[in-house]
């Protein structure tokens, strides 16, 4: 369906500057056609913008003036002007209601008639499976789980016995909720399989990405918090908490009974051994190996304060010239010393 551009402002709350064209999908400044927006979030993209054939584009009010003879959407936050945009021109899959003749649904599970159960699930006793829900092929769903509202698991997933996921949840291919922590006592020379009696619950509109494993609780429940984002291949131990609206990239790990604050920003590959609090962003390949306080930036392994890494950074790029310099002071420093203690014994004689 197309919208005009003025159309388009209502739904962002931003400004249209210059033509209210017909706008009829959203594209990248390479790709976009005369009937489609695109987006220029900094001043590096403005001769893409320029050579970009997009009817529209969505700018921040530092940019309007410089891109002349456009048809603009000015914005405050770019980003979040597109994700909302983007969804407008997105076809949403329609999925058939009801439990394919191919799935497997075991006595006692409870599966809502207005939800989509594809060929191959297998659904274990005592299960809930809610409204909306879409299970495609091959995803697993332990005993006594519960899956809300409008969630999607892709397929081959395994949600684990007792696993609860709440309403809006998007569960992306070959993840792995609810497997057992990795806990062991050791007896002389065996490790003695700890079991895990807890389990995994995931809030609101949480999204999990795709190969990405959360363990089930040892006692009591490892927590994903509502609105929070993880990407593929992420490592979440047992009786982790990670809080409301975090964003974490690809091959995050986070040791066992760690807990990670509200609003929380972490950057791919970091591993996480202490509590993260809220607000603080952990920079991408940092071992956080201490206590990071509300709001604060760190980098690094071990992780500390971002512009103390920075000169950390800057020194270890100069290390060879710095151990030159050393080398050639220590030269004349003994020189000096030398010729000093030959001094004396002239004196001295």
């Known amino acids: 369906m197309p919208y005009k551009l003025s159309e388009l402002a209502k739904r962002v709350g931003g400004e249209v500057s210059g033509p209210d064209v017909l706008v009829e999908g959203i594209n990248s400044l390479e790709l976009a ?20 054939k997009a009817g529209a584009l969505i700018v921040p009010p530092a940019l309007a003036e410089k891109l002349p003879g456009k048809a603009l959407l000015v914005v405050p936050q770019v980003r979040a002007a597109v994700a909302k945009i983007a969804w407008l021109f997105y076809e949403t ?9 191919l799935a497997f649904v075991a006595e006692g599970a409870e599966v809502h008639p207005e939800a989509s159960v594809y060929p191959f699930v297998y659904v274990g006793k005592g299960a809930k499976i809610a409204a909306g829900v879409v299970l495609y092929p091959g995803v697993y769903v332990g005993e006594e789980a519960e899956i809300g509202e409008n969630a999607i698991v892709y397929p081959n997933a395994v949600i684990y016995p007792k696993t609860r996921i709440a309403p809006r949840v998007i569960i992306h291919a ?16 065996r490790h003695l399989k700890i079991p895990h009696l807890g389990r995994v619950e995931i809030g609101e509109e949480a999204e999990i990405g795709a190969n990405t494993t959360i363990d089930r609780a040892t006692f009591g429940s490892t927590s994903i918090g509502p609105g929070t984002k993880l990407d593929n291949l992420i490592q979440v131990a047992h009786n982790v908490r990670l809080g409301r609206a975090c964003v974490l990239a690809a091959q995050v790990g986070i040791t ?12 791919g590959q970091a591993g996480i051994n202490k509590p993260v609090r809220r607000g603080a962003m952990v920079a991408a390949k940092a071992g956080v190996a201490k206590e990071v306080p509300p709001g604060q930036a760190v980098a690094g392994a071990p992780a500390m304060e971002i512009s103390r890494w920075r000169r950390c950074v800057a020194a270890y790029e100069r290390l060879p010239e710095m151990i030159k310099e050393l080398r050639e002071l220590r030269a004349k420093v003994a020189a000096l010393e030398e010729a000093l203690n030959e001094r004396k014994k002239d004196h001295g004689s």
């Open 93 to 101: 899959p329609k999925h058939p209601r009801g439990v394919s003749n």
């Open 33 to 52: 056609s005369e009937k489609e927006i695109s987006f220029v979030e900094s001043g590096r993209f403005l001769e893409a913008a320029l050579r970009s």
């Open 174 to 189: 070959g993840a792995v909720i609810g497997s057992d922590g990795f806990g062991y006592a050791q007896e002389g020379e």
């Open 256 to 267: 066992g009974s760690v807990e990670i604050e509200d609003f929380v920003m972490i950057g």
